[in-house]
């Protein structure tokens, strides 16, 4: 039925009165959006996209999903303050099943508003307990907007003129633009190297995304973390992974995407998602990294708020209920060997690579040489919205198709995906 809502939208009027322009940078006649219902989002005309990408910002489970909606409202109608004076019960609630999610000695949370904020904090605190400043981070990897996560961050349209003291970035251990190819060890001698020039001898840490996501969904060259692991603990730092795209079960064969290469960080971040739309993020660490907090007076006025965590309390649940890990295996392995099979009729689809929901597609103009098409990309991405499908974009050049649904997509829903990407491409 059309939806009877608001009148039109005007970019215009957004464009002069909310300063945030990246929305120019995707589409050229961007959507108002005004419904959501799980992989289903709704225009103000009442037309229906297929969500391909709004997993990764807001939605893990699904968009307005029922459980977790009344969980908020509930709360919402109970309580929502701050936790820096008082206690509450949602909060400890969430840190508790969060905490039991995490391996090893993974059992204190400290609760943020976002991602920067945990990126930020989890910086401070390698800072704090190994008493050293030089920090480690991988070139092409995005970890937020604030001045430590914005020095990390290793692209340069991210950094605005950010005074940025102490960071190195190294090698993208890319298996497919990189200059190793497939060899994780040989980028990880860069990270030895590195800390022998550039720095005392002696880091806080490293922080690094399982598969890089902005960046346009890298995954890491095979043996390069577990190497970097072991060089960055002879130089007595902590290994932060930033699981804010690749946590949560979104890479379908594990929870949280270090699992996959086998190491055991110090301290996780996350964020996104995890409230299904709430704004809230978490550090992670062990008790004797987290004492480095106890005298320092640290509280975020927001930051884990009953609402926010009784949300994320909620994902979690439906997470389990609903096996949506499982189905980020089923459906993300369905949908990714689709998407290689397009390969053989589309010359422009140069690599098909990440796992379970967190997927990409880099694009070229020439597969020999991997020029990226950033231009046909743009094109690709509007003419799926036009034809009711929402797919996002990323990488340094602009050129890499990402998606990333919520993870109840279907593989019905991947088959519209596929079919609608293999038609568009057909058209080109
Ligand atoms: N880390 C990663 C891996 C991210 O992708 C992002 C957001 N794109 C952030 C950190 C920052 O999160 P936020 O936008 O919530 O500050």
Not at 172 to 193: C, I, M, S
Not at 197 to 215: D, L
Request: aromatic residues 10%.
């Amino acid at each position: 039925a059309p939806y009877n809502g608001p009148s039109a939208f005007h970019l215009s009027k957004r464009r002069k009165q909310y300063l945030p322009t990246f929305i120019d940078t995707f589409y050229t006649h961007p959507l108002n959006l005004v419904e959501g219902k799980m992989q289903y989002v709704y225009d103000e005309n009442g037309r229906r996209y297929l969500d391909a990408f709004g997993g990764i910002a807001t939605v893990l489970c699904g968009h307005c999903h029922p459980y977790v909606v009344e969980a908020i409202v509930n709360q919402t109608r109970l309580l929502q303050h701050t936790t820096v004076l008082y206690l509450n019960h949602a909060v400890v609630d969430f840190a508790e099943a969060l905490a039991a999610k995490m391996p090893g000695e993974l059992k204190v949370v400290v609760f943020t508003n976002s991602g920067t904020e945990a990126n930020e904090l989890a910086l401070m605190m390698a800072r704090l307990y190994t008493g050293y400043h030089d920090v480690i981070s991988i070139r092409n990897g995005y970890h937020g907007n604030a001045t430590s996560t914005m020095g990390v961050t290793a692209q340069f349209f991210y950094k605005f003129n950010v005074v940025q003291t102490g960071v190195h970035h190294v090698l993208n251990p890319d298996p497919y633009r990189g200059v190793f190819g497939l060899d994780g060890e040989k980028y990880a001698n860069d990270v030895q190297e590195v800390i022998n020039y550039g720095t005392c001898g002696h880091v806080a840490g490293i922080v690094a995304e399982a598969i890089q996501g902005v960046g346009g969904v890298i995954e890491l060259a095979p043996g390069y973390l577990p190497a970097v692991y072991s060089i960055i603990k002879k130089a007595g730092g902590l290994f932060i992974a930033d699981e804010v795209q690749s946590g949560f079960g979104r890479t379908g064969s594990h929870f949280w995407g270090f699992e996959a290469h086998g190491i055991l960080p110090d301290i996780v971040t996350m964020a996104k998602g995890i409230g299904n739309g709430a704004p809230i993020g978490a550090v992670v660490t062990t008790p004797e990294i987290a004492k480095v907090l106890k005298y320092a007076c640290f509280f975020s006025t927001f930051g884990g708020n009953p609402v926010s965590t009784a949300a994320g309390l909620a994902v979690l649940n439906v997470i389990e209920k609903d096996k949506l890990q499982q189905n980020a295996h089923v459906v993300g392995s369905y949908l990714k060997d689709r998407l290689k099979s397009l390969m053989e009729k589309h010359e422009i689809i140069g690599d098909v690579r990440g796992r379970g929901m967190l997927l990409g597609v880099d694009l070229v103009k020439d597969r020999q040489l991997k020029t990226p098409a950033k231009d046909e990309n743009l094109h690709i991405l509007e003419q799926m919205k036009d034809m009711g499908v929402l797919v996002g974009k990323g990488g340094f050049y602009g050129n890499v198709l990402r998606i990333t649904p919520p993870l109840c997509f279907t593989k019905e829903d991947a088959d519209f995906l596929v079919d609608v990407m293999d038609y568009t491409m057909s058209k080109m």
